[in-house]
C-alpha cells in the first residue's frame, strides 16, 4: 500500500475477534450450562445393590423369614477443582484505555479468551478417566461409562464387587451396524428409561450417517444446553429410537456413546472468595461459546504483584461429574468403518 495512504488514513480494528483455535465442546457445554449446586463434605448417594429376599407366598401358619438385610451403600464422591490463569501487564492496559475509540476492551476480551480456554480444557477432561494428575483431574465419561477397565473403584466402591455399577463396553469389532447400536440400546434401556443423547467423534457421526437411508438422513438443531434452555444456535444431531446423536470434537475416537442425562450431572462447588462470572462472550465469534450463559466459573479478583507492574487473577471452577447410575450408559468403541 502506498505511503499517501498510510501516512493519511487512521487504522481501525473490527470489534470482533475470531477464534481460529478452539473448536466444538458439546458435553461440557450441556453438562456446565445444568450444574446442579454442591452440599456438604462430598457428593453422597444412597444406592440400592441388591434386592431384598424377604417376599414370598405363604399359607395358614407358615412362619416368615425376619432376617434383616443390608441391601443399600453409598456412593462418595470428592470435591476437585480447576483454574485458569489470566496475566496482563499494566503498559498493555494503559495504552489500550488510552485510546478512546478503541473497538475491543483488552480485559474484557482477555478474560473472555480465557474462560473459553478453561472451559475447552474442562471438555478434554470430561471424556477422560479422571486419573490424570494423579487423580486431580475431573471424572470422565471415560471413568463413568466402563466396566472397570479403566476404574475399577467408583464413588468409593469395587465395580468388581458391586456389578450394578458396570456400564455396558461393547467392542465393534472395527465397524458399526444399527444391529450393534440396537443392542446396546436395550441393553441400558428398561421401559421408559432409555438413553437421551449419543455422543461421537466427527468420523463415528459421518459412519452413522452412512447407515440411514437417504429420507432418514434429517439433521436437527439440538439445544446447546440441556432441559430445552436455549445457548447458541444448538447443535445439529441425527436422531436414533428417538434421542440425538450429536458430534463432539472432544469425544474419544472410535467410541460411540449413549448416556442417559437424567442420570448424569456436573456439581458444582462455589469456591471461596471469589466471584462468579456470568459467561457471556460478545468480543469473540467462530466458536460455540459465543452465545451460552453462566458455566459455573468464578473469578478470583485482580491480584497486583509486588514486583512486576502488572495484574493476576485466576478463573476457577469447583465440583464433580458423576453418575448415580452408571449401568443406564453404554458405548461401543473400536470404531473405524461400516
Avoid at 453422597?44 to 416368615?64: A, E, P, R, Y
Avoid at 428398561?190 to 437411508?213: A, M
Avoid at 436437527?220 to 430445552?228: I, Y
Wanted: hydrophobic share 35%.
Amino acid at each position: 500500500m502506498a505511503n499517501r495512504v498510510l501516512t493519511t488514513t487512521n487504522t481501525r480494528l473490527l470489534p470482533k475477534v475470531v477464534d481460529t483455535v478452539l473448536g466444538s465442546n458439546v458435553f461440557a457445554t450441556r453438562m456446565l450450562s445444568n450444574a446442579q449446586k454442591w452440599i456438604g463434605e462430598k457428593i453422597k448417594k444412597s444406592l440400592k445393590i441388591s434386592k431384598s429376599s424377604q417376599g414370598g407366598s405363604f399359607d395358614n401358619f407358615d412362619v416368615f423369614s425376619t432376617n434383616a438385610e443390608d441391601t443399600r451403600r453409598n456412593l462418595e464422591f470428592e470435591a476437585k477443582f480447576y483454574r485458569q490463569t489470566v496475566v496482563l501487564p499494566l503498559s498493555e492496559i494503559s495504552k489500550n484505555k488510552a485510546d478512546e475509540q478503541r473497538m475491543i476492551d483488552l480485559i474484557a476480551v482477555e478474560m473472555a479468551s480465557s474462560a473459553e480456554d478453561m472451559a475447552d480444557g474442562i471438555g478434554n477432561l470430561f471424556y477422560g478417566d479422571g486419573t490424570g494428575n494423579s487423580g486431580k483431574d475431573f471424572l470422565g465419561l471415560e471413568g463413568i461409562v466402563d466396566d472397570g477397565t479403566n476404574v475399577a473403584t467408583y464413588g468409593g466402591l469395587s465395580r468388581a464387587t458391586y456389578s450394578t455399577l458396570n456400564s455396558t463396553v461393547t467392542a465393534s469389532g472395527g465397524t458399526l451396524s444399527l444391529a450393534k447400536m440396537a443392542t446396546l440400546y436395550s441393553s441400558i434401556s428398561s421401559g421408559s428409561v432409555k438413553p437421551t443423547l449419543g455422543l461421537c467423534s466427527e468420523t463415528v457421526f459421518d459412519l452413522y450417517e452412512q447407515l440411514l437411508q437417504s429420507q432418514e438422513r434429517i439433521a436437527k438443531d439440538v439445544p446447546a444446553m440441556r432441559n430445552g434452555l436455549t445457548g447458541g444456535t444448538g447443535f445439529t444431531g441425527l436422531y436414533y429410537k428417538g434421542f440425538p446423536i450429536l458430534a463432539d470434537e472432544k469425544a474419544t475416537a472410535g467410541t460411540l456413546y449413549f448416556v442417559n442425562e437424567d442420570f448424569l450431572e456436573f456439581r458444582a462447588l462455589p469456591v471461596a472468595m471469589t466471584e462468579p462470572i456470568n459467561f457471556r462472550i460478545r468480543d469473540i465469534e467462530g466458536n460455540d461459546y459465543t452465545n451460552v450463559n453462566g458455566l459455573g466459573f468464578s473469578w478470583s479478583g485482580w491480584i497486583k504483584p509486588t514486583n512486576q507492574a502488572s495484574v493476576i487473577g485466576h478463573i476457577y471452577l469447583g465440583g464433580e461429574l458423576w453418575s448415580s447410575n452408571p449401568k443406564r450408559h453404554g458405548k461401543l468403541t473400536g470404531i473405524t468403518s461400516i
